[in-house]
Nanobody, 125 residues
Framework: HLQLVESGGGLVQPGGSLKLSCVVS????????IGWFRQLPEKNREGVAC????????EYLDYVKGRFTVSLDNAKSTVYLQMNNLKPEDTGLYYC??????????????????WGQGTQVTVSS
């Protein structure tokens, strides 16, 4: 059983940066994938970026490629999401989730077993 707690959200101007953290409690296994997702206003939940616990392979959805970077600190059991060049359309509730699925299933099909409560990101001038 995993518990995930996000932090790092806030208000930022367009073009600015934020770094989100997701602390994972519990025993991650080599089959686990951890991902960042977001709930945008009046839209469905969507994947943002995912990373495998076993070897740190990553996957990004097209709308964040080149702007966001996902990373994993095994020693701290923490997954980060560095967000640069933020746009108003990035505004939403960001949460992390995990499960023993392929990175494609987690990121694109939103297949996960555990998730956190989320942290709000607001991009506005």
């Amino acid at each position: 059983h995993l518990q995930l707690v996000e932090s790092g959200g806030g208000l930022v101007q367009p073009g600015g940066s934020l770094k989100l953290s997701c602390v994972v409690s519990g025993a991650l296994s080599g089959d686990d994938v951890i991902g960042w997702f977001r709930q945008l206003p009046e839209k469905n939940r969507e994947g943002v970026a995912c990373i495998t616990y076993s070897d740190g392979s990553s996957e990004y959805l097209d709308y964040v490629k080149g702007r966001f970077t996902v990373s994993l600190d095994n020693a701290k059991s923490t997954v980060y999401l560095q967000m640069n060049n933020l746009k108003p359309e990035d505004t939403g509730l960001y949460y992390c989730a995990a499960g023993p699925y392929t990175i494609q299933d987690l990121c694109y099909k939103r297949s996960y077993d555990y998730w956190g409560q989320g942290t709000q990101v607001t991009v506005s001038s």
